[in-house]
């Protein structure tokens, strides 16, 4: 079955800089790739989509990059605010469904 | 414009009973997906459905059932409760999913807790 491996790790940063955030898979190849952003006790928020053909997308301050060789997708954040605190999970989607993974906390101090 | 609602939003049920978790989708939605998200996991896809069908279904026992009513609320059912069933379970909705891949909208969720 698929695994999607996340920084188990938190990751700290300052305000101000870029966030990088990795999400690497194994067996298939996925069509589409998804990230959210998940607050304590909320539901995941959408972010981005990216699609196996498109190598970067980008939105706002937000950029998600997906290489199918390296089986790895890799999602920043550029300029980080406090506001950014918060779990994001990378989510493999194959028929609509989606398989996810445990996600990285990503804490960003003033 | 409604977003996805759940309800309830807490739980708590002793071990070996039985649940019902609703749902109701974000409005020109007509697909709702369940899962389950353990403390400090990701969410799990448990069953999809649309057209009142459950189209696909993940690997979770047959105690877990569903049900999609003709207005797209869609409603979990879990029997013989376990406490390895506390988790967060979330709903989420949307488009058609035989036309393309779309993002998915989350309801808030509801926080099951079997002692």
């Known amino acids: 079955s698929q695994k999607i491996e996340q920084n188990s790790e938190a990751l700290n940063i300052q305000e101000g800089k870029t966030a990088t955030l990795t999400c690497n898979y194994t067996?298939?190849?996925?069509?589409?790739l998804q990230w959210y952003r998940q607050d304590p006790g909320r539901g995941p928020v959408f972010l981005l989509l990216?699609?196996?053909?498109?190598k970067e997308k980008r939105k706002e301050r937000l950029k998600v990059t997906f290489d199918t060789t390296l089986k790895q997708s890799l999602f920043h954040i550029t300029a980080s605010q406090p506001a950014d605190s918060a779990t994001y999970l990378c989510?493999?989607?194959?028929?609509?469904?989606?398989?996810f993974g445990k996600g990285t906390m990503l804490l960003v101090s003033p | 414009d409604a977003g996805v609602t759940q309800s309830p939003t807490h739980l708590i049920k002793t071990r070996g009973q039985q649940v019902t978790l609703r749902c109701s989708p974000k409005?020109?939605?007509?697909?709702v997906s369940w899962y389950q998200q353990a403390l400090g996991q990701g969410p799990q896809f448990i069953f999809q459905?649309?057209?009142?069908?459950?189209?696909q279904r993940g690997n979770f026992p047959d105690r877990f059932s569903g049900h999609q009513f003709p207005n797209y609320s869609s409603e979990l059912n879990v029997n013989a409760l376990l406490l390895g069933d506390s988790a967060l379970y979330l709903c989420?909705?949307?488009?058609?999913?035989?036309?393309?891949?779309?993002?998915?909208?989350f309801g808030p969720g509801t926080r099951l807790t079997v002692t």
């Open positions: 989420a909705s949307s488009p058609d999913p035989t036309i393309s891949s779309y993002e998915q909208y």
């Open positions: 067996n298939y190849s996925p069509a589409y």
């Open positions: 990216i699609r196996e053909n498109e």
């Open positions: 989510a493999l989607d194959r028929h609509s469904t989606l398989t």
């Open positions: 409005s020109g939605h007509d697909t």
């Open positions: 459905y649309y057209e009142e069908e459950e189209r």
